[in-house]
């Protein structure tokens, strides 16, 4: 059974940043590696959407609408994933998810004001 669990969410202005963590258990630090990790977030009223993705191989790809502003990474000895987000923007308010494989996060809030 695989968990996650992020952190790093809150309250900021336009045009800061905020870093989403997330950490996983209950899989090998090597099982870790082995899948790709993404990140999604669902605004109020919206469908969930992804946002960014981290291959096993550091492939990483990201929604046209985070391009140039948010970056995905992974640790994969520490089973973590982050989100470094930058330039926020108050249309990226949402609760963000960590994904693995068929497993989530419970999500953390992020709350971007004008």
């Known amino acids: 059974q695989v968990q996650l669990v992020e952190s790093g969410g809150g309250l900021v202005q336009a045009g800061g940043s905020l870093r989403l963590s997330c950490a996983a258990s209950g899989a090998s630090g090597v099982m870790f590696g082995l899948l790709a990790m993404g990140w999604y977030r669902q605004a109020p009223g919206r469908e969930r959407e992804f946002v960014a993705t981290a291959g096993s191989g550091g492939v990483t790809s990201y929604a046209d609408s985070v391009k140039g502003r948010f970056t995905i990474s992974r640790d994969n000895a520490k089973k973590m994933v982050y989100l470094q987000m930058n330039n926020l923007k108050p249309e990226d308010t949402a609760i963000y998810y960590c994904?693995?494989?068929?497993?989530w996060g419970q999500g953390t809030q992020v709350t971007v004001s004008s």
């Open positions: 994904q693995r494989g068929n497993y």
